[in-house]
């Protein structure tokens, strides 16, 4: 008896993605990476210290599968002081292996397959690839720049009987869009009309630049009890690899997500909860606004060398990314003119077409500011030697 041997047919659901493949090629030809957002700045001594401390003290074994009881009031404290929303620790919140594995989670709990859920365009390609592989069905409202700017028609036009769900991320990655208070409205208004869930994804909710005040989705009338809010400290605290993030919900959603995060991640990094747990609890309110103030000077050095070279930006409100026009790079396509530019600065950006369904990004591309001083000015010197005309 013969038997052919090969992938799962879910294989193709989770390719490699643009901005890992741009990070291989800049690796390959050792350039400056601009286009993963592997953030390069300090971890705060005080969550460094804390970590070090738990693993010496023992916290080392599996924690429960909603996360340390510290870490979990750490955060729920966190709401508090930022957004005003009461939450309870004990039921309300799920600590997960980052945000992205807090969103996975989610999914699995709250979705079924073939459900639609409705995503703002341009997008984060990971909340696409999981709605993806959860078997849900992705639709897109297309944002207009330079503002990124919907309409209520849009999101009605868009709506059928399957629609089960919305994403929101604000700040946004890769546009750097901040939701106002009257789109929030106009979004809490159209699902509560629905009946329809939100997964929000607020991991950059304290990179925000001039005039950008981050909401909270869930604080909305009539929006806690349907929102999944999600967020992590990879970004806040430069702690990428350490994977710890959270969802905060009802607790109706709160236990089922936290299952699947026992089943598929059994719990995120003891030590490393618990050094966010205290490092959460040690940083003032200063801290917040300095890195909002610290990433603003970046924004602003390599939004300045874009625009020099000739690539025009749209100037992000939070995050820390950068949209912005190649279309004057040689080339067909983004990819191509993505390529063109690491070939001939060694620096490394990702191309638009990650960011939508359709051809719409061709003439675009995303770059990363979140890099120490030094590397951040050698990437610009290189980009602004390119001169378009």
């Known amino acids: 008896m013969s038997m052919v041997l090969s992938l799962s047919n879910r294989h193709e659901l989770v390719l490699q993605s643009e901005i890992r493949s741009m990070s291989i090629e800049c690796e390959r030809i050792g350039g400056i990476n601009l286009s993963q957002g592997v953030c390069d700045t300090e971890v705060p001594p005080s969550v460094r210290l804390a970590a070090r401390e738990a693993i010496d003290a023992g916290v080392n074994t599996y924690t429960r599968y909603d996360g340390l009881v510290e870490l979990r009031e750490a955060i729920a404290a966190k709401q508090k ?16 292996a980052g945000a992205t594995g807090a969103m996975y989670c989610a999914c699995l709990a709250l979705l079924n397959p073939g459900d639609e859920v409705i995503v703002f365009e341009p997008f984060y390609g990971y909340h696409v690839n999981t709605l993806v592989a959860v078997q849900a069905v992705p639709v897109y409202v297309r944002m207009e720049p330079p503002d990124w700017t919907f309409t209520y028609s849009s999101l009605e036009h868009i709506r059928t009987p399957r629609t089960k769900a919305i994403i929101v991320n604000t700040p946004a990655n890769p546009s750097g869009k901040v939701f106002t208070h009257s789109e929030l ?205």
Request: charged residues 20%.
């Open 81 to 96: 002081r930022f957004t005003g929303m009461e939450v309870d620790p004990a039921t309300e919140i799920v600590v997960s």
């Open 185 to 389: 409205e106009t979004i809490a208004h159209f699902v509560t009309k629905y009946d329809l869930f939100v997964f929000t994804d607020e991991i950059y909710e304290h990179f925000l630049f001039g005039d950008a005040r981050h909401m909270a989705p869930a604080t909305f009338p009539g929006m806690k009890g349907r929102t999944i809010t999600i967020s992590g400290f990879s970004k806040t605290f430069s702690i990428t690899g350490w994977r710890i993030g959270y969802a905060v919900c009802d607790a109706r959603w709160a236990q089922t997500i936290g299952f699947f995060n026992d089943l598929i991640y059994v719990c995120a990094p003891a030590p490393l909860q618990m050094g966010v747990a205290k490092g959460l609890a040690m940083l003032s309110a200063e801290y917040y606004q300095e890195l909002s103030r610290f990433f603003q000077t970046k924004r602003d050095k390599l939004c300045n060398a874009l625009l020099n070279a000739g690539m025009e930006p749209y100037v992000p409100e939070g995050a820390y990314y950068i949209l912005a026009d190649i279309s004057k790079l040689p080339g067909t396509g983004s990819k191509q003119k993505a390529m063109y530019l690491l070939q001939e600065t060694r620096v490394a950006c990702v191309p638009g077409m990650a960011f939508f369904h359709d051809s719409s990004g061709e003439d675009m591309a995303r770059f990363c500011f979140a890099k120490e001083e030094d590397v951040l000015d050698e990437a610009c010197r290189r980009i602004e030697k390119l001169s378009l005309p």
